[in-house]
């Protein structure tokens, strides 16, 4: 194949484009990071930090006491400090991560599922038909239960308003998807589909089973709570005494300014901004550890894209059974895969900059 073959797109096949990173699209942009929900926090540490500098000047001026420590005494609590933030940092990640490798099973056990209905189903193009509609139900569901919603649009257009209404007023929405699923596998057996062949879709269906109650047991177990609050103390002792050793290193500069009589020294009014400067990472690692235990909500900061995800297998699925041969035979014609706006927002929201932060 030459260089002047192209894609349908008109690019050539054998160039590939060049990876698109900045650096300054990652350090500035806002949305995905952790600085807006900290900032609040930030400031109020910077204003704690100013009436401290204040406090010690009253101190200092009436009563001729220094409020400082040995700045050495922070060296190791900081370390340690640091310690259990990455601790706490990974756990949430590893929670992540293992959310995101359960979705990756659903999305081959749906895709090994619709295959083997397809291959080896019984000879009926209306069961393959429903079958691997009904397989592509499934992760939509899922994702609607792991977020706690009972709108189910895709739901409605891929097996029909009653089906989805069904489904919405189950107490376990996934549960009865697989019932079903279950069910029309011994339906097809008795017609006709193999022991093997049964066998082996059973087992897809119950990994998928085994992958949603992993899901569920990140959603519903949250990290140790008694761990939180105390890195939060450790956090609000440590950042709220670390003034007081700030005050030794900066208190002989020079004067600056006067408030209600008491000198106070360019030093000291710096130190409101170096508190700050330590908040940011440390109040940011703390919220990114509890924005990450629950990968499933999309009021978290980096949600897993499920939207996305299931758009996919959906799309896959019904591509099997469109290229179905006893489904051809029989003349079905699939709907068209229209996706609501909302819906193609949520799917397209963020990829164009995902390769300048990556």
């Known amino acids: 194949m030459d260089k002047s073959t192209t894609q349908s797109g008109g690019e050539p096949l054998d160039e590939r484009k060049p990876l698109n990173y900045s650096f300054w699209v990652g350090a500035l942009i806002l949305k995905g990071s952790a600085t807006p929900k900290v900032l609040t926090d930030v400031l109020k540490f910077g204003l704690i930090a100013f009436a401290i500098v204040l406090l010690s000047v009253f101190v200092e001026s009436k009563f001729g006491l220094e409020l400082s420590v040995p700045f050495t005494v922070f060296s190791a609590a900081g370390a340690v400090l640091g310690l259990l933030l990455v601790l706490r940092t990974n756990a949430g990640y590893d929670r992540w991560w293992e959310a995101r490798k359960l979705w990756g099973g659903i999305v081959n056990q749906s895709r090994n599922l619709a295959i083997e209905a397809s291959a080896y189903g019984p000879p009926d193009a209306e069961w393959r038909n429903q079958f691997i509609r009904w397989t592509a ?3 939509h569901v899922i994702r609607s ?13 891929l097996v029909g308003a009653a089906n989805a209404k069904r489904i919405a007023q189950s107490a376990h929405m996934p549960t009865f998807v697989a019932s079903v699923l279950a069910q029309m596998l011994r339906e097809g057996r008795v017609n ?5 062949a049964f066998l082996q879709a059973e087992q897809q269906r119950s990994m998928i089973v085994d992958h949603l109650g992993g899901c569920e047991r990140i959603r519903n177990t949250p990290l140790a709570r008694a761990s939180a609050i105390q890195v939060r103390q450790f956090i609000l002792v440590f950042l709220v ?16 300014a006067t408030i209600s009589g008491y000198a106070i020294n360019d030093g000291l009014l710096l130190i409101p901004l170096f508190i700050m400067l330590l908040a940011m990472p440390l109040l940011s690692l703390d919220r990114i550890g509890m924005e990450l235990q629950n990968p499933f909500d999309t009021r978290r900061i980096d949600h897993l894209p499920l939207d996305a995800i299931c758009h996919t297998i959906e799309t896959n699925l019904l591509e099997i059974l469109r290229n179905d041969p006893v489904a051809a035979e029989e003349g079905l014609i699939l709907e068209s895969l229209q996706l609501e706006p909302e819906l193609a927002a949520v799917i397209a929201k963020g990829n164009a900059r995902d390769t300048l932060i990556s």
């Open 137 to 139: 139900v499934f992760p």
């Open 192 to 196: 006709g589909m193999s022991r093997y």
């Open 145 to 157: 239960s792991l977020r706690d919603e009972r709108r189910l649009p895709e739901v409605q257009r």
């Open 241 to 256: 005494s670390l003034p007081f050793a700030f005050i030794g290193e900066f208190g002989n500069d020079k004067l600056i």
